[in-house]
């Protein structure tokens, strides 16, 4: 017999209320029968949500050495092909995966790219639009999904050979589950902006500065008449702390300020034991760790760390990656995900990404 675990408990109370609702014959309702309906809502309920940070596809780095502008074409090109290796459109698959098996009904997506390739000079076409190749994955798998935020952050074009150039677009992006009739789903109010602090990469190149905006997005969410404010980011990865530490509280102040109880999700790139930095900033604004909160050993739980090309043995050796909570809303269970040998893609046998992923339980009371 299928073991019973608490998750699937939990599911299937909430799918019989989904039958409840999608079901019903639709009648003229008087104000009463609304009222009545209303109340046969469950007055505590759980709802999944999950974050992923899905990898860009090869890392960014090695641009800010060159020295010569020859230099940066020869690193750019090696990006690129970095990216191609790597493979999102077979990836997408394995990240499905994981999403489809558990269902989250908000997921916070970071390192969602768009990649455009064209003569140098010339007009660019979209090579790889992650968020596309994943939304239709999970199309495929009965999973449908459907944007309802974006915040976008890196933006940069660069010759990669002597004929050929590519655009990197960087964002972050809110979905829901898109199979959920409106009764029980509502999204409302999207809102994104980019971070004021934001770092600045000089090279040795006169002339050539990086820059690194990153932002947030919220959306607010009502589920079987509960509201709460969804909040999905990635902080600065690079340079100083006190940049992504600033991102940290501009953030923590703008969340502070929602009517609504609040879940965020995202890749802070703060450990657990950050605590004057962006994880000790948030905690220490109200937010509850989910993994810690339902009991996750806080010497495991790691969510990144896969080297570049995403073949090689395990390497997640550190815990970046959350789903935090705000007041009136209790984690019931954390789990990472994407992080065991059975999740690799096929048939290259790929790690769907770089960091795995967080899919948390979480009981409101209406």
Request: charge should be negative; proline fraction near 7%; glycine fraction near 8%.
């Amino acid at each position: 017999m299928p073991r019973i675990t608490r998750r699937v408990a939990l599911r299937a109370g909430l799918l019989t209320t989904v039958a409840a609702l999608s079901l019903t014959p639709v009648t003229t309702a008087s104000a009463d029968d609304a009222g009545r309906a209303a109340s046969d809502l469950p007055p505590i309920f759980s709802a999944d949500v999950a974050t992923y940070n899905l990898y860009l596809g090869a890392t960014l780095d090695p641009l800010f050495t060159a020295t010569t502008p020859e230099e940066l074409v020869r690193l750019a090109g090696e990006v690129y092909a970095g990216v191609e290796a790597t493979n999102f459109p077979e990836r997408a698959g394995a990240i499905a995966d994981q999403i489809a098996e558990h269902d989250p009904e908000v997921v916070g997506l970071q390192e969602v790219a768009l990649w455009e390739k064209g003569p140098l000079g010339g007009q660019l076409q979209v090579t790889y639009d992650f968020l596309d190749l994943l939304l239709d994955e999970l199309a495929e798998r009965g999973h449908p999904y459907r944007a309802v935020a974006t915040n976008w952050n890196f933006d940069g074009t660069l010759p990669i050979s002597a004929a050929e150039q590519a655009r990197f677009r960087d964002r972050d992006v809110i979905i829901v589950r898109a199979d959920l009739p409106r009764p029980l789903l509502q999204v409302t109010n999207p809102q994104s902006g980019t971070y004021a602090a934001v770092l600045q990469i000089p090279t040795a190149i006169p002339g050539v500065t990086f820059e690194s905006p990153r932002g947030w997005s919220t959306v607010d969410v009502r589920l079987l008449g509960a509201r709460f404010r969804f909040a999905n980011t990635h902080l600065e990865a690079s340079g100083p702390a006190a940049i992504r530490n600033a991102q940290a509280a501009e953030l923590a102040g703008l969340l502070d300020a929602s009517p609504l109880r609040t879940v965020l999700v995202g890749d802070l790139n703060s450990r657990p034991n950050d605590v004057a930095g962006a994880y000790g900033i948030l905690t220490g604004a109200g937010f509850a760790d989910a993994w810690l909160a339902t009991g996750g050993d806080p010497a495991t739980g790691f969510t990144a760390g896969q080297t570049a090309t995403l073949l090689d043995e395990n390497r997640l050796r550190s815990r970046i990656d959350y789903v935090l909570t705000g007041d009136g809303i209790r984690p019931l269970s954390a789990e990472v995900i994407g992080d065991e040998e059975a999740d690799r893609s096929q048939p290259t046998g790929f790690w769907p990404s770089d960091h795995a992923g967080v899919v948390a339980t979480l009981r409101f009371t209406r």
